[in-house]
């Protein structure tokens, strides 16, 4: 082989080196003031495994169709409003949002509403939000902001942050929101969607979040607790993710899609055609407290289509900040009975509705649910109202109460005393496991699990 040819061969043997290398995500690959950055939203598509990653990893998205678009819009925060360089710092920059304030279940609509972040060489972080109103800033900054992303990125990155703030109305309404975030960069590779194909870092969060609304008129607090998985592939200058994920996890780890959503171009609108509504459920025999997804199958999609949910009869409760408008509701059966559920699916084009008779049969709960196994000590939860009482300890140790997203809800020492009785008033309605580690060892018993009405 002559020279001539052989730097051409050297060139691109490069070039695909570089294709399969990996790359590091640093502040500048992210959003700052002065971008404005397109994106495509789709539903989630039948058969697709958004959480496979790896290694060097190949992921194909090429298919997927955009259903409605928007944008984001990032300014300087001195351009919002002249006080928020002193409230946030001279180097913030906003975003605004063009929707419901996002509180959880105290939602709001505000005309201008803006999230504030700030980054640096080691971090990319939301400080708070702020509502503009009457000209004038009523601020939300976090005592601890939430760090979204510690820089620079690379594989095989961890971190963990927890953020917190409370925004108030006056003496009236207050409001705490709190927070845990995990990232994991678990995998790298080439990512193909319909905006192009990209070299990635594929970063997995979960997000544990609590809003607590503080009414004066209200005795207790009315707190909400959501956890979700965010799936979000990285690439170098396009500032949003080139690909994002997002599902809410709810007991029995199971995961309910939420939306995808992917950096593209300006893309003409699909036509909207008239609504065919469709639903489905994993199960159609149930007990009382226990948790169902209706899984929303409708066309043309949820992003074009509006929905009214009618459940008969209303021995129900809907969880997880879903309601009768929602896409795709969660709910928790509160009686036993034979539910008939209907769903009236509506766009520019019109209307249609499909009702199920008979859908959903609702059985009652059993007293107790011991769902210990391959263990030479069994734990035994019996519930009677808000008296919990455990069978089966019989050593001094640590008792721990969590809920179906692993987070401590209640931690008591306990003596060797045949049974333990706690009471689990403040504890709210769902689904919780036991656990038990006796002192003399750092094993904990197998678990049971329990289920309060």
Same mark, same amino acid.
């Given at each position: ?7 051409? =061969?050297? %060139? @691109?043997?490069?070039?695909?080196? +570089? #294709? &399969? ?7 500048? $690959? /992210? !959003? ?47 351009? =919002?409003? %002249? @006080?928020?360089?002193?409230?946030? +710092? #001279? &180097? ?7 929707? $419901? /304030? !996002? ?67 006056? $003496? ?282």
């Amino acid at each position: 082989m002559t020279k001539l040819t052989f730097l051409p =061969v050297v %060139i @691109l043997s490069m070039l695909s080196l +570089g #294709l &399969q290398s990996q790359i590091t995500i640093t502040n500048t $690959d /992210l !959003p700052a003031a002065g971008d404005t950055l397109r994106y495509s939203i789709t539903g989630f598509p039948v058969g697709t495994d958004f959480s496979a990653t790896g290694p060097n990893h190949t992921w194909n998205f090429s298919s997927l169709s955009h259903q409605s678009q928007g944008v984001e819009k990032y300014v300087s925060v001195s351009s =919002v409003n %002249i @006080l928020l360089p002193f409230l946030f +710092g #001279l &180097q913030a920059f906003a975003q605004k949002i063009h929707s $419901d /304030l !996002p509180l959880g279940q105290f939602t709001s609509v505000v005309p201008d509403f803006y999230f504030v972040y700030n980054k640096t060489a080691s971090l990319y972080a939301q400080e708070g939000f702020s509502l503009i109103f009457n000209g004038l800033p009523l601020p939300f900054k976090y005592a601890s902001r939430d760090i979204l992303f510690k820089l620079p990125l690379t594989y095989p990155h961890k971190d963990s942050t927890t953020f917190a703030g409370t925004f108030a109305l006056g $003496d009236t309404v207050k409001i705490f929101r709190s927070g845990y975030r995990k990232n994991v960069v678990d995998g790298w590779g080439i990512i193909t969607t319909p905006y192009g194909q990209f070299q990635t870092l594929r970063v997995k969060t979960t997000l544990y979040e609590q809003d607590s609304l503080f009414w004066a008129s209200f005795p207790e607090p009315i707190s909400v607790k959501r956890t979700t998985i965010q799936y979000k592939w990285l690439a170098k200058n396009t500032k949003l993710p080139v690909l994002e994920a997002s599902f809410l996890l709810i007991e029995e780890n199971e995961m309910v899609p939420l939306n995808v959503r992917y950096r593209d171009i300006y893309r003409t609108p699909p036509a909207v055609t008239t609504p065919v509504p469709e639903f489905s459920v994993v199960k159609t025999e149930l007990e009382v407290n226990e948790t169902v997804v209706i899984i929303n199958q409708s066309t043309p999609n949820h992003f074009i289509n509006s929905y009214t949910w009618d459940i008969q009869p209303e021995h129900f409760q809907y969880l997880y900040l879903t309601g009768p408008t929602t896409a795709q509701p969660i709910l928790r059966f509160t009686k036993p009975g034979v539910f008939a559920i209907s769903l009236t699916a509506v766009n520019q084009a019109g209307s249609n509705t499909l009702t199920k008779s008979e859908y959903i049969t609702v059985k009652s709960t059993p007293s107790w649910i011991d769902e210990t196994f391959g263990n030479s000590f069994k734990i035994k939860p019996v519930l009677q109202e808000d008296n919990l009482t455990i069978h089966g300890l019989i050593h001094n140790g640590e008792l721990r109460i969590i809920d179906m997203a692993g987070r401590i809800v209640l931690s008591n020492r306990v003596n060797r005393i045949e049974p333990i009785s706690t009471n689990i008033g403040a504890v709210p309605p769902g689904t919780y496991i036991i656990q038990f580690k006796p002192s003399h060892t750092n094993a904990f018993y197998k678990p049971s699990k329990f289920i309060k009405p």
